[in-house]
């Protein structure tokens, strides 16, 4: 009697077309699913950096939110010389820069020495003549701020004594000097501070040192 093997034809044939179809086959005879495409992830990432890129701003803010950048600023103090114990300074901020620009908060002066070196005077930012805000500087304009300080004499210990007052936005240290108005003169080292309080930037200097 002569046997046939029919039955095996098929499922040959089905494992031969499984294996031309490029798929994986398993031990069961199905086919495992491909790997994920990458390519529309890392387009998509592309596109996201290209646009963060684009819209980032042409300048910008420093930590405490301005965009002046020092540089393009010219400070001065006018000392209003009140005769009293406790004296009042203007501060004028101009923007000498081709841009406006932008200031918030207050400004930071610190006294020092003709050795160069800072004075430790007791500081202190105060809300006056009102909140820290942001002032736009147009350029060639100017925002303003208010000082005020104690005066103390010289044998006093605790007396800060000096002849340079150097400013910053950020209260880095700096190498900018303020131009002074109605100061001692340099070689009299006679700037005294006991104690000193910084006013709040303005855009107007109405009411900066009514305080």
């Given amino acids: 009697m002569r046997t046939t ?30 790997a994920p495409a990458t ?24 930590k405490s939110g301005n965009s002046c950048a020092p540089g393009d600023l010219k400070v001065s103090i006018g000392a209003q010389g009140t005769g009293e114990k406790d004296e009042k300074g203007m501060v004028i901020v101009t923007n000498d820069g081709k841009k406006n620009c932008t200031v918030k908060g207050w400004p930071t002066f610190v006294l020092y020495n003709p050795a160069d070196e800072a004075v430790d005077v007791p500081t202190k930012q105060v809300n ?31 007396c800060g004594v000096g002849n340079t007052i150097k400013w910053s936005l950020d209260g880095a240290p700096t190498t900018l000097i303020a131009e002074l108005d ?8 006679g700037i005294t501070m006991k104690a000193l309080k910084i006013g709040t ?4 200097n109405q009411g900066v040192t009514a305080w």
Wanted: hydrophobic fraction near 40%; glycine fraction near 10%.
């Fill in 5 to 34: 093997f029919k039955a095996a034809v098929p499922a040959l044939a089905l494992l031969t077309a499984l294996t031309a179809c490029g798929g994986n086959t398993t031990a069961t005879g199905t086919t495992a699913p491909a």
């Fill in 201 to 204: 930037f303005q855009p107007s």
């Fill in 39 to 62: 390519s529309e992830a890392a387009a998509a990432t592309t596109a996201a950096t290209t646009a963060a890129a684009t819209t980032a701003p042409s300048v910008e803010k420093d």
């Fill in 128 to 158: 006056e003549p009102g909140p820290a805000s942001t002032v736009e500087i147009k350029a060639g304009g100017s925002a303003f701020a208010g000082i005020k300080w104690t005066q103390c004499d010289k044998g006093d210990t605790t």
């Fill in 182 to 189: 109605g100061f001692p003169a340099p070689e009299k080292v």
